[in-house]
């Protein structure tokens, strides 16, 4: 069946660590997406990529970083630099043509705190 | 730009009462609308969706309309179950270019038995 796999579902983080959260999908999706969820709260987007080595930064992208070698897989780094890496993050995928009506679909995520 | 304003929550209902959430939209055009659900701990998963105006969504006993006079995508059941205890997120996506889809901050409903 196809779908969006994001690993690990539980991670934890040192403070002054970076870690790589995992997302792949064998959707053959074009478009891949990174957000962040905060407990009782919205979506907010981290980073974006709409082909293979091409991405742009969303609403929050400091203290973030990403890669899109391959187009099954668009891993997020959270450095460092990012001071409330506490939260759930979310990947989608979609077609990303323009009269793609399905929306997106999702992982299951991932859930990171800082001990 | 484009925004959804949805139903602050939270929406705490007994089991078999009538739902109703609100969605309304601002965007060029005509977006296609969605309603996703996300369950505790889990991502969001696509619960209907409508592509133009005066099309009906529905699955799983939920149903939305899209009223494009009224720029409004209201999520409706006629009798909510414990399961139905989860996060709504009202959504849009123009339907040009590559845009992205448009979330609203999600309402928050729990059935009580």
Redo the contacts between chains.
């Keep these: 069946d196809g779908g969006i796999t994001q690993s690990p579902k539980y991670l934890f983080r040192k403070e002054g660590q970076n870690v790589t959260l995992s997302c792949e999908q064998n959707l053959n999706h074009d478009a891949m997406y990174w957000y962040r969820q905060d407990p009782g709260q919205g979506l907010r987007l981290i980073y974006y990529s709409q082909i293979v080595n091409d991405f742009q930064k969303g609403d929050i992208a400091e203290g973030y970083s990403v890669s899109r070698e391959k187009k099954e897989s668009f891993p997020l780094t959270v450095t460092s630099a990012q001071k409330n890496p506490t939260a759930f993050y979310l990947c989608a995928s979609s077609s990303g043509t323009a009269h793609d009506n399905y929306g997106y679909t999702f992982g299951s995520g991932t859930r990171l705190t800082v001990v | 730009g484009n925004s959804v304003t949805q139903m602050e929550g939270p929406v705490t209902l007994s089991e078999e009462a009538f739902l109703t959430i609100n969605c309304t939209y601002t965007a060029t055009g005509y977006p ?1 609308l ?1 309603w ?1 659900v996300q369950y505790p ?6 619960l209907l ?1 409508a ?1 133009k105006a005066d099309d009906k969504g529905s699955n799983k006993g939920f149903e939305a309309t899209y009223r494009k006079e009224t720029t409004s995508f209201h999520l409706e059941k006629g009798s909510v179950q414990v399961s139905d205890s989860a996060v709504y ?1 009202c ?1 849009l ?1 123009p ?4 845009e ?2 448009t ?4 309402t ?1 409903l729990t059935i009580i038995p």
């Excluded at chain 2, 339907?95 to 590559?98: D, K, P, S, V």
């Design positions: 296609s969605f996703y701990g889990e991502g969001l998963q696509l969706k592509t997120f959504a996506k339907n040009f270019g590559n992205k889809l979330f609203g901050t999600g928050r």
